[in-house]
């Protein structure tokens, strides 16, 4: 391997060739402040626009400072991180950023979590010397997303993660000078654009620019409106994150504080998502058995593979962009869906709560999931089956909100009958997991075999696309996994091009899949936290007494009381759904 | 135009275009071929450069004087534009400036038939890789 | 026909005293009339010789005796001597100044010389529509040369040998970038020629490829073989649609000859040109941004290296060069390395093209070697300031460059030097102020067109040189504080030690090289509320003299906003909160009555 030695901060070092000044600094235990760089380890996620220029050092013989982020060690090189000359160009530059920014502070959402404020606190700015102009744009409301433009930074993360990473190609940067930021094209507004919600955008961003469509007043709302039953679902995703908001190591499981928090909020039945999961498994599962098994027949109208559809970025995403595929999909709605449809009918007449009455709410890892629960065909009437999502971060403002001591909750468990559910259920959170759920349901109804090991490791881990043949008791079942919807498009063209042959296809939007979901405590680009949500989520599967969704009593017998069987005529009413040619 | 197919074809081509120029100014009229460059750069289309053109074309067909005008770059006398070269047979090349219609007339009734040298001329302040 | 044997060039363009020019030409018809020679000589005004400095000029032809600061009391024994008896007369011949020695032929004045025509040699002589005629001044002869006769390494050692540098501003050797072009490995690699041109006044590569096109795709071509490239592309601003149109004409003359397309001269050499236009700002003429921007992505720049010479357009080696420098090619190759390497000075060699503009008398497009003083340029070339008025600033480098003062006017011309004095080369834009010209409002104008052209990616850039410009309207608008001048000062040294790229980090210049030259005039307008060359309306006044305003209402009756007052046959008044300071009384008043200050 080569190297190079050069001295940073007066101290020599050797470091691998070809990697940056910052990197080199952070090797060493020192600290370059950074804004608009971002990198996902593993990930293969780099925000490296060079534009904000806050890392800026001294290098010896240069006529300028350096961009830590952008600059390459070589050999001999000495660097200054904090001399007076930079410390002094890096408070201008952001004195500069600062004074073309609101002061919003003590009322923006991202107050306490956004990565400006911080700097401005790191940097110990107290006064800003050069006021002038704010350059002001118009908000942008959307049904998931809020675009608060005042506040971009130009720090390209959301353009990156949107062009680069999901390849939908909404965001980019407009106008010149001054007025330049990141924008739909023609600043054209979010929801008519292909914006698919995933929400990455509001991941990364680093400011209150970008960020959910806040709804936990409404829930409050309705909470506190006596003629309303209010029911909560929560994704399997959020218990492995919420811990975060509250000073927990990355990875916690929460998921009986989760469940006392909940019900402390009001909430008058605490139920899971894990449940619907464990149906939709049912669904999905039996309709990919019934399209595999009609292929083997040698049925010339089947399409091959089916494509999962329990995320709704992604949905939206191939309406938009490949609108030639819509019949190729699973026709099942999302685990959210499928438990507000069956919650404002089977719930709701086992208790006898008129729709209207009954108010569903769901926390969700998601953004899209604000968008995907306000679809029309998941209206009866004009009521939506899901009446509000909140995301896990709004979640946590709640509970703040309440007074609740989160660490001191003791653990709780679900409500039933809909909050009973498996293991299979809950690796929907991550990446590779939902096809896992499948594969261990259908492997069984395929081969009426028990299965002769549950953690099918082939299926796991961060890579973007993965690849891998189970042996359905000699039928080689071949499955692709791809995460990221610039992956999705990737493995997609692959299939359109002949290149693969897949017979199932699992497809999440957000990098790591829902564990690392737009409305997620925000990992401010350490990848880190999001390989330790996926292993918390493997935990709590293997902690399950039961892990296949086809053995969950209360999907047994909620097919027994309500839907007949998989895919029967009342379940293809409430369970299932079609898609539309958005282009 | 055939293709060019070796260095040695292009010598030729050079030498023949370079005696086809010559040819013209010793042809049948020496005293009568009169070369008259206009300095067509945006500079100089933008200050009228194109209407003097014409003029000239125009008027000389006119009265029979057997010219020859073409377009040029810009001559860099961009304070002075339209610009015009006017090269009379075994003279060296005289340059006018703020050449308009007016201009252009004088040029043809004084200087290039009468080859009296009329007021405007522009003094070369240049060496050329030639020199 | 009459033909004249003689011919008395006046020089009647507006540098020399034009009242004496006047006088010496009708001196001149009377004596030589006095002679009886008037069918024998004439006498005609002509342009600014642009040597003013000895003005008024007479020169004489067909010998070329060139006569300086000739006075009416000299035109005697001109005609007497010199037209009767064929004698120059040699006191008022001009003398060498370091030789001493009297000169009596034009060509062979150092004047002359002040102007050798490299780049611009066709420009003007060939008609560009004519591949013939390029071809007739050795064109296309350096590419045969180098086809037939050299490997690309000769080449490239020639062109580093000439010492050629960019002339697109940054001064990069040209052989060096085609020599690392042609070591980076690649299956497919790039020529781009740069003809975005966006320093406003700069239009020298419109010019080349305008009046010379055939020159930038000979070297082009050329460069091609050099570095291994079979592709060629011309980002062209959409703006210069007869250069495109010309561009056009001669690519395909090109092909039609075989000097484009396969197999050039039978070589089996291969190469093609494109053409690409650019709508872009001015930043796109940076590399990496003009690459973004052919690729179809947005036009701003990115971090270097990767240089473009190793990833460039597709990620492929691109060499990139300017038209100018381009256009320097062919010659060095024809007259080879140890010709062009002579003219200049030590580290910047050959000539550059600059666009003179401003307050001169002959503005317009020139060619000097480098090593050429600022005085050489604006007052031998240039013909010095207009309207006799006294020079205040030469700018160079454009938005990138500064402004230089009278102590510099004898610095020669070359890239390190201009640099050493506060300013660029830039593309070779030159704008010359005099007296009446307010320098902070100089500074501001160069910061407005940085502020539109700018990308917005870098913050330094986009935020801080709206600051800058802010608090320069803030001065000139008369509100200014003495600590704005410092806070000027800081913010132009951060913005240029951290933007991202060459527009950013040359912004402040302006700002910079006028308050170290001039910042007298910033204090006038911060302490003093005063813009002491009248240009900052925002600090004028107009107040009207009692004594000489007789009443007669005008001013009263074309105030746009009521702030004169006053009886009629009675002084009157201006209330000056309420004045816009639009300059209609003063334009109006017949009495002179009303006074700016
Ligand atoms: C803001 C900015 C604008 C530039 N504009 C031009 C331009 O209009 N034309 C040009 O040739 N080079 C321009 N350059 C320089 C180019 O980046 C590049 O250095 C040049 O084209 C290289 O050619 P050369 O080596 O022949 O000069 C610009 C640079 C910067 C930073
Ligand atoms: S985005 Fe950050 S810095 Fe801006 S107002 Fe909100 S919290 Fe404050
Ligand atoms: S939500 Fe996703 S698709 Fe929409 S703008 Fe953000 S990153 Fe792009
Ligand atoms: S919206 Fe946010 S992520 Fe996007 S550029 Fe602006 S500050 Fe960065
Ligand atoms: S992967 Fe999960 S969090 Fe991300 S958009 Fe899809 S459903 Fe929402
Ligand atoms: S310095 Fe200016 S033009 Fe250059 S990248 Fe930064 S913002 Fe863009
Ligand atoms: S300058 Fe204009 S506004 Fe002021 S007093 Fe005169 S006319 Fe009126
Ligand atoms: S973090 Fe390096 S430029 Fe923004």
Known sequence: MDTVQLTIDKKPVVVKKGITILDAAKGMGIHIPTLCHMKLDD???????????????????????????????????????????????????LELILSDHPADCLICVKSGKCELQDMAHHLGIREIHYKGEQSTYREDTSPAIIRDVDKCIMCRRCEMMCNEVQTVGVLSAINRGFQAVVSPAFEMNLDHSVCTYCGQCVAVCPTGALTEVDQTSHVVRALSDPTKTVIVQTAPAVRAALGEEFGMEAGTLVTGKLAAALRNLGFDYVFDTDFAADLTIMEEGTEMLNRLSRFLEGDENVKLPILTSCCPAWVKFFEHQFPQLKDIPSTARSPQQMFGSIAKTYFADKMSIRREDLVVVSIMPCVAKKYECGRDEFKVNGNPDVDYAITTRELAGLIKLANINFNRLPNEDFDLPLGESTGAGVIFGTTGGVIEAAVRTAYELYTKKPLPKLDFHELRGMEG??????????????????????????????????????????????????????????????????????????????????????????????????????????????????????? | MTKIK???????????????????????????????????????????????????????????????????????????????????????????????????????????KRGELVDGVIPLSFRTIDD | MTDYKMNLLICGGTGCKAAESDELKRSFKHWIEEVGMEDEAQVVFTGCFGFCEKGPIVKVLPDNTFYVEVTPSDVEVIVKEHLVKGRPVSRLLYKDPVTKKQISESKSMDFYKKQLRIALRNCGFINPESIHEYIARDGYMALGKCLSEHTPEEVIKEIKDSGLRGRGGGGFPTGLKWEITRESVSDQKYVVCNADEGD?????????????????????????????????????????????????????????????????????????????????????????ALIHSMEGLRGEPTFKPPFPSVSGYLGKPTNVNNVETFANIPVIINKGAGWFNQIGTEKSKGTKVFALAGKINNVGLIEVPMGTTLREVIYDIGGGIKDGKEFKSVQTGGPSGGCLTKEFLDTPIDYDNLIAAGSMMGSGGMIVMDEDDCMVAIARFYLEFTLEESCGKCSPCRIGNKRLHEILEKITNGNGEVVDIERLRLLSSVIKDT?????????????????????????????????????????????????????????????PVGAITGERRQPHYIDQTLCIKCGVCYDKCKFNAIKLS
Not at chain 3, 265 to 270: I, V
């Open chain 3, 499 to 559: 933007s991202l790229c060459g527009l950013g980090q040359t912004s402040p210049n302006p700002v910079l090289s006028t308050i170290l030259n001039f910042e007298h005039e910033y204090l006038a307008h911060v302490t003093d509320k005063k813009c002491p060359s009248g240009q900052c309306k925002a600090l004028l006044q107009y107040d009207i003299i009692e004594d000489l305003c007789t009443g007669c209402t005008l001013c009263f009756r074309n105030c």
């Open chain 3, 200 to 288: 406003p006044g700069a239009f020298m590569d419109r010019s080349i490829l305008e009046g010379d096109p055939h020159s930038v795709i000979e070297a082009m071509a050329i460069c091609g073989y050099c570095i291994g490239a079979d592709k060629g592309l011309v980002y062209i601003r959409a703006e210069y649609p007869l250069a495109i149109e010309r561009l056009k004409i001669a690519l395909s003359h090109a092909r039609e000859y075989g000097l484009l397309g396969e197999d050039i001269l039978g070589t089996g050499f291969n190469f093609e040109i494109d053409i690409r236009l650019g709508a872009g700002a001015f930043v796109c003429g940076e590399e990496t």
């Open chain 2, 6 to 112: 070796t260095l040695a074809d292009l010598l030729k081509i050079k030498e023949e275009v370079q005696s086809k120029t010559k040819l013209r100014e010793k042809s049948d009229h020496p005293e009568q071929l009169v070369q008259v460059k206009v300095g067509m750069a945006t500079c100089g289309i933008a200050s009228g450069a194109k209407e003097t053109m014409k003029y000239f074309i125009d008027e000389l067909e006119q009265q029979a004087i057997d010219a020859l005008v073409t377009q040029t770059g810009c001559m860099g006398y961009c304070y002075a534009e339209p610009t015009v070269e006017v090269i009379l047979a075994g003279k060296d090349p005289v340059v006018f400036g703020f050449v308009n219609k007016e201009k252009a007339e004088e040029i043809i009734d004084v200087y290039i």
């Open chain 1, 43 to 93: 990930l293969n996620i780099e925000n490296r626009p060079g534009g904000c220029r806050i890392c800026v050092v001294e290098v010896n013989g240069r006529r300028n400072l350096a961009p830590a982020c952008c600059t390459e060690v070589a050999e001999g090189m000495v660097v200054s991180t904090h001399s007076i000359r930079v410390i002094n160009a890096r408070q201008t530059v």
């Open chain 1, 465 to 583: 696309i993965r690849q891998a043949t189970i042996d359905f008791a000699g039928f080689p079942l071949k499955i692709g996994i791809a995460h990221g919807l610039g992956n999705a498009r990737r493995l997609l063209e692959r299939i359109e091009s002949g290149e693969s042959e897949f017979h199932a296809i699992e497809i999440m939007s957000c990098p790591g899949g829902c564990i690392g979901g737009g409305g997620q405590p925000y990992h401010h680009g350490n990848a880190e936290i999001l390989k330790k949500r996926q292993i918390a989520i493997y935990q709590e599967d293997g902690n399950k007494k039961i892990r296949k969704s086809h053995e969950n009593p209360y999907i047994i017998q909620l097919y027994e009381e309500f839907l007949g069987k998989p895919m029967s005529e009342k379940a293809h009413h409430l369970l299932h759904t079609k898609y539309f040619d958005r282009t």
